[in-house]
Every structure is written in C-alpha cells, then in structure tokens.
C-alpha cells in the first residue's frame, strides 16, 4: 500500500476524528504537514467516503485543539521560558518563536488571526497570543475563522481531485513516490538546517543573543494587552 492510499484509508476509517487528530499532531508536533494531511481529508470527502462539510469542521477542531496547548503553553510559562526550551531542543528552531513573538507584537490580535495563514508561524503564533494573555474566547474565535479560511483552501483542493479520483487513480504509484522524495528531501534538510544551527551556536560566545532573550523576558509581562495596529 503506497503512502496516498494509506494516509486515505486512515483518514477514511477514522473520519473526521482522525483528521483532528492529525491536525492537532501537526500544530504541536508537525510530523506531517498540514498542506498534505488536509488535501487528503478532502479526497476522502470527493470520493464519498465523508462529508466535505463534516470533514472542515472536524478539521478546525484539531486546528484549535492544538492551538489551545501551545496558549496554555505561554499563558503558563511565559516568552523567556518557552524561548529557553526552544533553543534547548535540538530540531526546535528558536528564530520561528522570535519570528512570531516580533508578528504578534507588530500585528496585535489580528496577527492571530492572519497568522493561521503564514507558513513558519501558523502554529507558534498561538504561544504570544498565550504570553500576552489575550481573552480565551477571542483567541478562539480569530483561530477559528483564520484555520477555516486556511483548511478550506486545501480540503477543496483535495476534495476537487476526490471528484475526479478516477482520472488520477492509476497514477496513484507515481504521486506516492513523489510524495516520498518530497517528504525524505524535507526532513533531511530541516534535521542538517538544525544541526548545522546547534554547532554553529556552540562556537558564539554564552551572551552573545542577549537581545532577543531579553526581548523575550520583557514580553512575559507586558503592561496592557496587545492591541491592533492601526494605520
């Protein structure tokens, strides 16, 4: 069984529940990413297997699920706490976190929502939302409307290929194996990119990012909470 009819099968026996599921991995985790785990939940929808609304719904959930972990995660620990695990963890790249802690503090709330549709920091951008303490119930309304923007894009696109499945099956082989280069040659190059970061960092002196840990202190307690910018 190649890799597409797999990944349809489970997506397929679970139904939307799994597609959470996965989602809500790839948000915490990223083992597999979004751009391929929601086509795929849309397939599945265009095939019949599910329904196409069913199926966006449970995808949001799973979206927002993950979301809340990585709130909970700078509600409770704070900015320089997270960064500090970050640059710990050997293929955690700690400039993503900077780079969606400096989104948020430039964007205000509504970098939660247009953040869910920026590749790089669709998923960090939830722990500054955390840090900054930003009410429970707008966070999950702008997650919400921004994941299901982002999640329709992709299940549609799956889901028009589900429609046409027929077309495509008998080069399901050909998509699999490409599928796995593309996967193979990702992985490779994010575990050399980190690698190659962790030795790099060995050899710069201890207080050489100064600046942006103590960026990442002052935002554990900011004054007033983040609001929009206006221009």
């Known amino acids: 069984m190649n890799i597409v009819d797999w990944a349809v099968k489970i997506i397929g026996d679970m139904g939307g529940p799994g597609v959470a599921l996965l989602l809500f991995l790839e948000n915490v985790f990223p083992p597999i990413p979004s751009e391929i785990i929601l086509p795929l939940a849309g397939v599945t929808a265009g095939t019949g297997v599910n329904s196409y609304w069913v199926i966006l719904v449970w995808t949001v959930i799973g979206s927002l699920v993950g979301a809340y972990v990585l709130y909970a995660l700078g509600y409770f620990f704070g900015a320089a706490r997270v960064r500090w695990i970050c640059d710990k963890m050997p293929l955690l790249e700690v400039e993503d976190f900077d780079k969606s802690v400096a989104w948020f503090a430039k964007h205000g709330r509504q970098g939660i929502f247009f953040g869910r549709m920026v590749p790089g920091i669709r998923s960090l951008i939830s722990i500054p939302a955390g840090v900054y303490k930003m009410p429970l119930l707008q ?93």
Not at 183 to 198: D, E, P, Q, S
Not at 213 to 229: G, I, L, N, R
Request: charge should be negative; aromatic fraction near 12%; avoid cysteine.
């Open 139 to 231: 966070f999950t309304a702008l997650t919400a409307a921004g994941s299901a923007i982002w999640n329709t894009l992709f299940v549609s696109f799956g889901y028009f290929l589900g429609e046409n499945w027929h077309v495509i099956e008998p080069y399901t082989n050909v998509i699999s194996n490409v599928v796995y280069v593309i996967i193979i040659a990702l992985v490779v190059w994010w575990v050399t990119a980190r690698i190659m970061r962790n030795v790099k960092r060995a050899k710069v002196a201890p207080g050489a990012d100064t600046t942006a840990s103590t960026a990442a202190t002052m935002a554990d307690t900011p004054a007033e909470p983040v609001e929009p910018t206006r221009d």
